[in-house]
């Protein structure tokens, strides 16, 4: 199944260092938080993207072989860090997998690329730009658990439920990026 | 100012020849640190190429003026971008072409010394890998040991001198390169020997190589003889050449011993190299020449480029040939070990034939040191 981004980087064919080349300068027409998928046929570029990815302070989500062809996910920046998180009602990483059982659902609002190559089983994703779009599939009744990377758009997301009426929402913190369970993928 | 190609034949001779060399390796740092181009009195920086993208002016300044520069990647892309930045900021400066996979892929051919009667004993050193083959020539003929994957550097070495090569051997199925042997024999219709116990899984026909069996090389009939010295694999078997040289195979290194684990039998195997290292080799005279199949750092080398150490000598420094308890000779060569050779398990199954890889894919599986030893 083919994994949602924003912008289509061809770099098939290409020798190191052209995708990287073309990925520093395709980046520039990303957006803040976007999806960026580069198509690669050079071996070296898994291990280059993230190196270059990791340096530069985007996001590297992963890589999966499709035909020959190598798809690279980069969210860019990704860096959401340092943002003053203002919904209240939250819990941590160790909390949530006992409360969760009791009934409620884990809302991953991360982008579906992230979601794709490692999120909590049995979570929903839905990411935070679309979520205003789809909130009737979300059961007020239920206690809902929002989680994303590092707690900011998920913090984002609470507020926006609370707003919407949703009245047991609970913000997970610090979130995915200091996730030490077991991992499910979707690729 | 000017860029000029570095081939890794240019390389080798500078770090035979001890020679000064500033290398800047483009590569990401993870590559880098795992193996790089080492030399004796080479120089290095390491920034990743994608860290320069934006301009080399703040490296310029690191970099030195009284001795070459070499730009340094996996394949060479990197490396000449880099360098064309480097040369329009007014510097001189070299790439290596083909990067480190040609590096990887280079042989330096050196000549350990005579055989009876005109005979000579060539070393082919992959200075980028560690890996060691051998050449026995005499009189027209020739018996090639532990040949690399570059088959056509010992046909056409062969053809240059003249002789016929009659016998190639492995002295144990490789894990950590992937070997000639079989294909220089189907080239040349000489005969392929491997150790029966290493050999249950091929699928190719071999002819088996046991203890005690002796090949005459040339009309001098220089004596190849096979000694079973068990421990890197089960099979591993060591040569006698012309009563002079030591073909120890992944046994017994200049500066370290084998590891027992690759095939994933260490510790039913420790008991095998013991016995090896400290029994069946001390019967033998201790003035044979000790040539290994790999040498783990250019400290191995000795001045001329080869890698060869009296077997006495050996007994007297090596770490491995001196560790009386048993127990801790056992943990010696199973805790603690190197991580494992780079893909071991496919190099292992092209060896026995099972998998046929492209030439690509091959450079792919061999990228990085070999790491077959303890120290």
């Given at each position: 199944?083919?994994?949602?981004?924003?912008?289509?980087?061809?770099?098939?064919?290409?020798?190191?260092?052209?995708?990287?080349?073309?990925?520093?300068?395709?980046?520039?027409?990303?957006?803040?938080?976007?999806?960026?998928?580069?198509?690669?046929?050079?071996?070296?570029?898994?291990?280059?993207?993230?190196?270059?990815?990791?340096?530069?302070?985007?996001?590297?989500?992963?890589?999966?072989?499709?035909?020959?062809?190598?798809?690279?996910?980069?969210?860019?920046?990704?860096?959401?860090?340092?943002?003053?998180?203002?919904?209240?009602?939250?819990?941590?990483?160790?909390?949530?997998?006992?409360?969760?059982?009791?009934?409620?659902?884990?809302?991953?609002?991360?982008?579906?690329?992230?979601?794709?190559?490692?999120?909590?089983?049995?979570?929903?994703?839905?990411?935070?730009?679309?979520?205003?779009?789809?909130?009737?599939?979300?059961?007020?009744?239920?206690?809902?658990?929002?989680?994303?990377?590092?707690g900011t758009r998920s913090d984002l997301a609470a507020q926006k439920l609370a707003e919407k009426g949703f009245t047991k929402v609970v913000n997970v913190l610090p979130g995915m990026s200091s996730w030490n369970g077991d991992l499910a993928k979707k690729l | 100012m000017t860029i000029i190609k570095m081939t890794?034949?240019?390389?080798?001779?500078?770090?035979?020849?001890?020679?000064?060399?500033?290398?800047?390796?483009?590569?990401?740092?993870?590559?880098?640190?795992?193996?790089?181009?080492?030399?004796?009195?080479?120089?290095?920086?390491?920034?990743?190429?994608?860290?320069?993208?934006?301009?080399?002016?703040?490296?310029?300044?690191?970099?030195?003026?009284?001795?070459?520069?070499?730009?340094?990647?996996?394949?060479?892309?990197?490396?000449?971008?880099?360098?064309?930045?480097?040369?329009?900021?007014?510097?001189?400066?070299?790439?290596?072409?083909?990067?480190?996979?040609?590096?990887?892929s280079y042989l330096e051919p050196i000549k350990v010394g005579d055989l009876t009667d005109g005979g000579e004993m060539y070393q082919f050193v992959r200075l980028g890998k560690g890996c060691l083959s051998y050449m026995v020539i005499s009189e027209g003929e020739a018996a090639i040991i532990d040949a690399v994957?570059?088959?056509?550097?010992?046909?056409?070495?062969?053809?240059?001198?003249?002789?016929?090569?009659?016998?190639?051997?492995?002295?144990?199925?490789?894990?950590?390169?992937?070997?000639?042997?079989?294909?220089?024999?189907?080239?040349?219709?000489?005969?392929?020997?491997?150790?029966?116990?290493?050999?249950?899984?091929?699928?190719?026909?071999?002819?088996?190589?046991?203890?005690?069996?002796?090949?005459?090389?040339?009309?001098?009939?220089?004596?190849?003889?096979?000694?079973?010295?068990?421990?890197?694999?089960?099979?591993?078997?060591?040569?006698?050449?012309?009563?002079?040289?030591?073909?120890?195979?992944?046994?017994?290194?200049?500066?370290?011993?084998?590891?027992?684990?690759?095939?994933?039998?260490?510790?039913?195997?420790?008991?095998?190299?013991?016995?090896?290292?400290?029994?069946?080799?001390?019967?033998?005279?201790?003035?044979?020449?000790?040539?290994?199949?790999?040498?783990?750092?250019?400290?191995?080398?000795?001045?001329?480029?080869?890698?060869?150490?009296?077997?006495?000598?050996?007994?007297?420094?090596?770490?491995?040939?001196?560790?009386?308890?048993?127990?801790?000779?056992?943990?010696?060569?199973?805790?603690?070990?190197?991580?494992?050779?780079?893909?071991?398990?496919?190099?292992?199954?092209?060896?026995?034939?099972?998998?046929?890889?492209?030439?690509?894919?091959?450079?792919e599986m061999e990228i990085g040191p070999n790491r077959c030893a303890v120290r």
């Amino acid at each position: 199944m083919s994994i949602k981004a924003d912008v289509q980087l061809d770099c098939k064919g290409l020798a190191c260092p052209m995708p990287i080349v073309k990925t520093k300068k395709a980046m520039n027409d990303v957006e803040d938080g976007q999806i960026l998928e580069v198509q690669a046929t050079d071996k070296g570029s898994i291990a280059d993207l993230k190196a270059w990815s990791d340096s530069v302070g985007h996001q590297y989500i992963g890589t999966k072989e499709e035909d020959g062809v190598l798809l690279h996910y980069i969210r860019k920046s990704g860096d959401d860090h340092n943002v003053e998180q203002k919904y209240e009602n939250t819990i941590t990483n160790e909390e949530l997998i006992d409360r969760a059982t009791n009934g409620g659902i884990i809302l991953d609002v991360r982008e579906e690329a992230e979601y794709a190559f490692g999120h909590i089983e049995g979570s929903k994703s839905i990411p935070m730009g679309e979520l205003e779009n789809r909130l009737e599939e979300l059961d007020k009744d239920q206690e809902i658990f929002v989680i994303c990377r590092t707690g900011t758009r998920s913090d984002l997301a609470a507020q926006k439920l609370a707003e919407k009426g949703f009245t047991k929402v609970v913000n997970v913190l610090p979130g995915m990026s200091s996730w030490n369970g077991d991992l499910a993928k979707k690729l | 100012m000017t860029i000029i190609k570095m081939t890794a034949a240019q390389v080798a001779r500078k770090l035979i020849e001890k020679q000064p060399l500033f290398i800047l390796d483009v590569r990401n740092t993870d590559a880098y640190d795992d193996w790089k181009i080492e030399g004796h009195n080479f120089e290095y920086l390491n920034i990743p190429y994608f860290d320069l993208l934006d301009g080399v002016e703040e490296i310029i300044p690191k970099l030195p003026t009284d001795k070459d520069v070499l730009v340094v990647c996996a394949k060479e892309g990197s490396s000449v971008m880099v360098a064309e930045m480097v040369a329009e900021a007014g510097r001189d400066v070299f790439y290596l072409e083909g990067g480190m996979k040609s590096w990887s892929s280079y042989l330096e051919p050196i000549k350990v010394g005579d055989l009876t009667d005109g005979g000579e004993m060539y070393q082919f050193v992959r200075l980028g890998k560690g890996c060691l083959s051998y050449m026995v020539i005499s009189e027209g003929e020739a018996a090639i040991i532990d040949a690399v994957r570059f088959t056509e550097v010992f046909t056409n070495f062969a053809k240059e001198k003249n002789v016929e090569i009659k016998h190639v051997f492995d002295t144990h199925l490789h894990a950590d390169h992937i070997s000639g042997g079989r294909h220089i024999a189907e080239a040349t219709g000489a005969t392929y020997y491997l150790p029966p116990k290493d050999a249950e899984e091929v699928v190719f026909d071999y002819t088996p190589l046991e203890d005690g069996l002796t090949v005459k090389v040339g009309a001098s009939q220089i004596e190849v003889g096979a000694l079973y010295s068990p421990g890197h694999t089960i099979g591993s078997t060591s040569f006698i050449v012309d009563s002079k040289y030591l073909l120890t195979g992944d046994i017994l290194f200049i500066d370290s011993i084998g590891r027992p684990d690759l095939a994933g039998l260490a510790e039913d195997w420790v008991g095998d190299l013991r016995e090896t290292l400290y029994r069946r080799y001390r019967e033998l005279v201790e003035d044979l020449i000790v040539l290994p199949a790999h040498f783990m750092i250019i400290e191995e080398l000795n001045e001329d480029g080869t890698v060869a150490k009296r077997l006495g000598d050996l007994f007297a420094e090596n770490h491995g040939l001196n560790i009386e308890s048993e127990e801790e000779f056992r943990h010696t060569v199973t805790d603690n070990l190197p991580p494992q050779p780079n893909a071991y398990q496919q190099i292992r199954q092209v060896n026995m034939g099972k998998i046929t890889p492209d030439n690509e894919e091959q450079t792919e599986m061999e990228i990085g040191p070999n790491r077959c030893a303890v120290r």
